[in-house]
């Protein structure tokens, strides 16, 4: 039989940071409820989540970071809007915030979670906030529920180099 490591979506004694960028806060704000209630519905306890407001999806990272390192938490959530304007802002905000929570993750071993939109429009936008296509802070709280799960269970598993 193989050795199957899987995550489970059971939040109970979890203890997550959610990131969250003010601009576009009118979406940000539904990423960050929809995220919450997901952690509340998989068992995350209150006093287990940190909600830290950063200025926008650039600053994402940094933050992120700093949570990370400290110890004190299972998972990180970074939750964001970039939509694209006239300008070439969008490419480079959009590029530096996914390589840098993609960093977190690696250089700290605490998973952490992209949940950022990245749109042409505000419609596309609305529509994963909750509107039509889902919400994107309801997916990223189940990833870092089953990534918590997932990094317990390597625990177990020796490394060699
Ligand atoms: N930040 C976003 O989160 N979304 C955007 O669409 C955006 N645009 O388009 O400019 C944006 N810019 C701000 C950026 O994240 C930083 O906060 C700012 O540049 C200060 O470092």
């Keep these: 039989m193989p050795r199957v490591l ?10 997550v940071g959610v ?5 576009n806060e009118l979406i940000t704000r539904e990423l960050l409820g929809g995220c919450l209630h997901a952690l509340q519905r998989h068992g995350v306890h209150d006093e287990g989540i940190t909600v830290a407001w950063v200025p926008g ?3 994402l990272g940094t933050v992120a970071m700093r949570l990370a390192r400290s110890g004190d938490y299972d998972a990180i959530v970074c ?37 950022v939109i990245t749109t042409e429009n505000h419609e596309q ?31 177990s598993v020796p490394v060699k180099r």
């Excluded at 899987?6 to 203890?15: A, K, M, N, Q």
């Excluded at 480079?92 to 992209?114: E, L, N, R, W, Y």
């Excluded at 906030?129 to 990833?143: H, P, Q, R, T, W």
Aim: proline share 1%.
């Design 6 to 15: 899987e995550g489970s979506l059971i939040g109970t004694g979890l203890r």
């Design 125 to 155: 936008a609305f529509d994963r906030a909750g509107i039509k296509l889902g919400n994107k802070g309801v997916e990223a709280a189940s990833a870092a529920i089953e990534m918590a799960s997932l990094v317990k269970q390597l625990g």
């Design 57 to 59: 999806s650039f600053e």
């Design 19 to 23: 990131v969250v960028a003010r601009f």
């Design 79 to 115: 939750l964001g809007c970039i939509i694209r304007g006239a300008t070439t802002h969008y490419d480079h905000v959009a590029s530096a915030a996914t390589s840098a929570i993609q960093q977190v993750g690696i250089q700290t071993g605490v998973p952490c979670i992209f949940g």
